[in-house]
């Protein structure tokens, strides 16, 4: 017959063996055995429980889903401070969800909670120096709400020792938080990049509504509140914003269609050019139609020589190459300190035969033209008009540049003094560039094919060429 104290004991578990996460999408960021998992949230969804239950199963060895050793794990938490972070809500809940009997002691000092198998949780702050989280090899990472860009690597590389017992891919991270800040590191980095997906990362969203236990009446109060309007998407939603606004909000799905297989023969084809030293060359490969609609069917982002870049570019024009025109940005024109040649001389030259023009530099004209083309407007009866301008879905990276591109903003403290800034933030718009050269050429479409001769009036003096 057990007795009374074993039998306390194991009913202490009851919590979190009978832990039913939120959602269904909580639960398989459990089961994920991605490096990096991160759970954007809104305000009240659950993502702090979720973080805290993640940490308890894996210190006490009892983690339902994935592989752990076996206990003592080296555990790290950190959050936003100590006083309100750490003492005020982390180890509050991890008292709440690990048994008492489980708990040796909380070292004050050191802000470590160590556990009778031997686990440590070793407990930071991001208000703590850099050099303070360094140190051994932590098997599991959490990191509440988003932590700064230097305190993250630095722990990512506290999860790579040899002595981990945790296979090729080292310890584990959690980032758990609700992206009240915007578009910062952590949307670029971990969120919209190609390279952010598993088994490396994994995200997911959930949001308020996903808390059965908080009161929808006190959740439509907060929509209605005209304080919540810049960030609710966030703190609703646990979606990424800009503070600042999108530069081309009306770039949309109705912007997009598929791949083009082959380059019909009616399009005039005309290449924007964005080069580069330290950045990756940007092109766009544009095609003008006879109902003067642009259709964005390609693009280059890569780093490289010029010779490199031109191969690029024959490759995917095939037959098409040399393109009907490209114009290119006017830093071009400055002469290599090596060759003494300028890219532009270098792309016009045999082999490569390039015909450039230079770019219209004016970033106001052309960030309108190409909003019109985006949106032309309705037409007299209330219809919308179909857009003048296309990406096609291939060019990832121009996507991407469309859904980034942001208005310029003051800092946080001077940003609710002053109006707002009238110019783009400077950042990730090489292929952006790139197309606004394009449009602002103000090209009149006629076929590729078209051959003009001027007609001499027979009547015309051969000396003068007057009548």
Same mark, same amino acid.
């Given at each position: 017959m057990m007795d009374i104290t074993t039998e306390q004991k194991l009913s202490a578990f009851g919590k979190l063996l009978n832990y039913t996460p939120n959602t269904q999408k909580l639960l398989s960021m459990h089961k994920s055995d991605s490096k990096t998992r991160l759970i954007l949230g809104g305000k009240r969804a659950g993502k702090t429980t979720f973080g805290v239950v993640e940490c308890a199963w894996a210190g006490l060895g009892i983690h339902p889903y994935l592989k752990y050793p076996d206990p003592p794990l080296n555990i790290r938490i950190c959050t936003t401070s100590l006083t309100t972070g750490i003492k005020g809500i982390i180890l509050p809940m991890l008292y709440e969800w690990i048994p008492k009997h489980a708990i040796k002691k909380y070292w004050a000092d050191d802000h470590i909670l160590e556990l009778m198998n031997g686990t440590q949780y070793d407990l930071k702050s991001y208000e703590m120096d850099l050099d303070k989280f360094e140190g051994v090899g932590r098997h599991l990472i959490w990191e509440d709400e988003e932590p700064p860009k230097a305190i993250h690597q630095s722990n990512l590389m506290r999860t790579i020792a040899a002595n981990l017992g945790m296979g090729d891919m080292g310890g584990k991270m959690l980032v758990t938080c609700t992206p009240l800040y915007g578009m910062t590191w952590l949307y670029y980095d971990l969120y919209d990049n190609p390279d952010a997906k598993p088994p490396s990362v994994e995200h997911c969203h959930i949001a308020i509504y996903d808390n059965p236990h908080l009161p929808q009446a006190a959740i439509e109060?907060?929509?209605?509140?005209?304080?919540?309007?810049? !960030?609710?998407?966030?703190?609703?939603?646990?979606?990424?914003?800009?503070?600042?606004? +999108?530069?081309?909000?009306?770039?949309?799905?109705? !912007?997009?269609?598929?791949?083009?297989?082959?380059?019909?023969?009616?399009?005039?084809? %005309? +290449?924007?050019?964005?080069?580069?030293?330290? !950045?990756?060359?940007?092109?766009?490969?544009?095609?003008? !139609?006879?109902?003067? %609609?642009?259709?964005?069917?390609?693009?280059?982002?890569?780093?490289?020589?010029?010779?490199? +870049? %031109?191969?690029?570019?024959?490759q995917k024009l095939g037959k098409r190459y040399p393109p009907n025109l490209a114009v290119i940005d006017t830093s071009a024109n400055s002469p290599q300190s090596i060759s003494g040649k300028s890219v532009k001389e270098m792309l016009m030259a045999p082999p490569h035969g390039l015909y450039l023009i230079d770019a219209h530099k004016d970033v106001t004209a052309g960030r309108l033209a190409m909003t019109e083309l985006l949106n032309p407007g309705k037409k007299v009866d209330g219809t919308p008009l179909l857009p003048k301008l296309f990406v096609t879905q291939n060019c990832h990276n121009l996507k991407r540049e469309f859904r980034n591109y942001i208005w310029d903003n003051w800092s946080s403290k001077k940003g609710d003094k002053v109006d707002p800034k009238e110019r783009p933030m400077k950042r990730d718009d090489h292929l952006l560039d790139a197309l606004r050269y394009v449009i602002m050429c103000n090209l009149v479409y006629r076929h590729p094919g078209m051959s003009y001769k001027p007609k001499t009036p027979s009547g015309a003096s051969k000396v003068t060429g007057y009548f």
């Open positions: 109060a907060i929509k209605q509140d005209p304080s919540m309007k810049d !960030n609710l998407e966030a703190a609703l939603y646990g979606k990424f914003f800009s503070r600042s606004g +999108l530069v081309y909000p009306d770039f949309g799905d109705k !912007n997009l269609m598929l791949p083009v297989a082959t380059i019909p023969d009616e399009w005039l084809i %005309v +290449l924007g050019i964005d080069p580069h030293d330290r !950045n990756p060359h940007g092109v766009v490969f544009c095609g003008l !139609n006879k109902d003067g %609609v642009w259709i964005v069917f390609d693009e280059i982002f890569q780093t490289g020589t010029i010779d490199e +870049l %031109v191969i690029s570019i024959k």
